[in-house]
């Protein structure tokens, strides 16, 4: 079966960064995309940013583009967010989540494609 466990979230000041961690087991990352999602309080889920299963193709929301950094390493079944210049809006439970489809050649934002989740890392910015 598939399965997703991130880690990394904590409370970072204004500016601050943080390293999230996605760990994957089940399937691989050379074969399925992977997206980070957060949710605020009161909010709903969004997509933050995707990679793509083998094509190298990725994305970023505008609010986190320029900060953020999606990668991956297939071969030790992790992938990973990278947060830069964080603010308070960016607090949230992140989650990972594995594209329920296969071998797509770009990813994609669409929440409901996504078919497993894992169950959240909370990472809160404030002073």
């Known amino acids: 079966q598939l399965q997703l466990v991130e880690s990394g979230g904590g409370l970072v000041q204004p500016g601050g960064s943080l390293r999230l961690f996605c760990k994957v087991s089940?399937?691989?990352?050379?074969?399925?995309?992977i997206g980070w999602f957060r949710q605020a309080p009161g909010k709903e889920r969004e997509a933050v940013s995707c990679?793509?299963?083998?094509?190298?193709?990725?994305d970023y929301a505008d609010s986190v583009n320029g900060r953020f950094n999606i990668f991956k390493d297939a071969a030790e079944n992790m992938a990973y967010l990278d947060m830069d210049n964080l603010n308070p809006e960016d607090t949230g439970v992140y989650y990972c989540?594995?594209?329920?489809?296969?071998?797509?050649?770009?990813?994609?934002?669409?929440?409901?494609?996504?078919?497993?989740w894992g169950q959240g890392t909370q990472v809160t910015v404030s002073s």
């Open positions: 089940g399937f691989s990352l050379e074969h399925y995309a």
């Open positions: 990679i793509s299963a083998s094509t190298g193709r990725f």
């Open positions: 989540a594995a594209d329920g489809v296969s071998d797509r050649t770009r990813c994609v934002f669409r929440e409901y494609e996504y078919s497993y």
